[in-house]
Each structure stands twice: as structure tokens, then as C-alpha cells.
């Protein structure tokens, strides 16, 4: 299928080495060239990043910082990555525009959906940060409401992992990779893959998910033409 719009949801942690913070470089620029190959093809691009190679709001109540504190120290994390990629976009000669939901004008503008359309309309990309600005909701549903905001067509969901399982891989050596899913019976069956509010969401919307594993050779791309990982769409 030709997309038009498209929605790049890329885990914060996927940006670090294993076991620390530090920046994969090599990695990134490998998912910005992709995403420059994407942009040639006449494509739209719109980036969610997550925050969890710096912080995660669920590991922060463990260690006994409120939840919602925990949240926004997380949302502040996704800043640091979406100013981190601009930047690496722009030296690719890559138009960007970093929005976030939570005020700090002077690093990057507020989210206002009008103004992020127009931006993907002039043919630049634009990074949405600190998730959807509010506590207890993930970057996987800033995503979904993003997506549907900005009319994309479809949400391409970057993990650690080759898709969606028929059960948790990690548990059952036996559970078998998914080509397709509907929504619902993702939700009836509680898979993992994502955040079940954005596949809720995305249900509503009528807008597909494409889990795929980020780290794989030209995987953003293969995803794209439906060469690899799962859809999530229909019912």
C-alpha cells in the first residue's frame, strides 16, 4: 500500500547502547537515512521518540517518586531525544520541527495541530514530544492520538522485537509471530506489544499499526512495504 502521511513511533530506549544512556549513534543515523530515503519517496513523516534511555515513569514509582512526577520527568527525557534526532535530521539537510506538549518555547514550538499539518503539508518532518503532555499515558498512545490528529494513515510501531506474538515469546518458546491481528482480538487476547489504550484508540481511528523491530537492517522502510513485522488492523 502507498502511504501519503505516516506516524514513525521509535522507543527511547532503542536510542542507547545496551545497558546504558548513551547515545547508539551508528544506529541513529541509520534510522535517520531511512528516514531521509522515506521523505524521497514523496511521504509525509511525523516521529513520536520515547523517553526510556533516560527515564521511565513506571521505574521511577519503584523507587518512590509519585507517579505522576515520575511521568513528567519522563516526558522531559523525550525532549532531550526529539532535539537530539532534529539535529541529526538537519545535518541530513532535512527540514524538522520538534512540537511538545508541554510549554518550553524556547527549544521548540508548542503542539498545535493546525500548525503541524501545515508543517508535513511544506514537506517537513515533525518530532512530537513529551508524549500526549499528560501523567499515565505512554508514548505508544501519543502516538495513536497524534496519528489521528494529523489524519496519517498508518502507525509504524518500532520495537526491540520481530512483531506481535500469539503469546509472550518470553514465557512460551513456542508462541508463533503474527502476520496480521485485528484490534480487538489483540485487546481480548491482552498482548504486550504496545499499550492497549493505543490500540483502543487506533480501533476508534481506524488507523493500522505495524509492529516491527527497529533494530533489523532497513526495517522502518521494510515495514513500510509490509516486508516485516505485524499488522495490527480491522474488527
Known amino acids: 500500500m502507498d502511504y501519503k502521511r505516516i506516524l514513525i513511533k521509535i522507543s527511547g530506549e532503542s536510542l542507547s547502547k545496551e545497558k546504558n544512556s548513551e547515545y547508539d549513534l551508528d544506529f541513529i543515523m541509520d534510522i535517520c537515512l531511512q528516514i531521509k530515503k522515506i521523505k524521497a519517496m514523496g511521504i509525509e513523516i511525523s516521529i513520536v521518540i520515547g523517553g526510556g534511555n533516560f527515564w521511565r515513569g513506571v521505574e521511577g514509582e519503584k523507587i518512590g517518586v509519585d507517579r505522576a512526577t515520575s511521568d513528567y520527568i519522563g516526558m522531559i527525557a ?12 538537519e545535518k541530513l539537510e532535512l527540514e524538522t520541527r520538534v512540537q511538545s506538549a508541554l510549554n518550553l518555547s524556547e527549544v ?9 499539518i501545515r508543517h508535513l503539508e511544506k514537506g517537513r518532518i515533525v518530532i512530537f514530544a513529551s508524549g500526549t503532555g499528560n501523567p499515565y499515558f505512554t508514548t505508544d498512545t501519543a502516538a495513536a492520538l497524534r496519528a489521528s490528529e494529523i489524519n496519517a494513515e498508518v502507525v509504524l510501531k518500532g520495537t526491540n522485537v520481530d512483531g506481535v506474538y500469539s503469546e509472550d515469546p518470553k514465557i512460551n518458546k513456542d508462541a508463533k509471530l503474527l502476520k496480521s491481528i485485528t484490534y480487538t482480538d489483540f485487546l481480548v487476547k ?16 481506524n488507523i493500522p499499526v505495524i509492529v516491527f523491530n527497529i533494530k533489523n537492517k532497513d526495517s522502518i522502510i ?3 512495504k509490509h516486508e516485516q513485522g505485524t499488522i495490527i488492523k480491522g474488527g
Not at 78 to 89: G, H, K, P
Not at 108 to 116: D, K, L, N, S
Open 108 to 116: 521548540c514550538e508548542p503542539y498545535i495541530r493546525r500548525r503541524a
Open 78 to 89: 523525550t525532549i532531550m531525544n526529539a532535539l537530539f534526532i532534529q539535529s541529526i535530521l
Open 222 to 224: 521494510k515495514a513500510l
Open 190 to 205: 491482552n498482548l504486550k506489544a504496545l499499550d492497549p489504550t493505543a490500540i483502543s484508540l487506533s480501533r476508534e481511528t
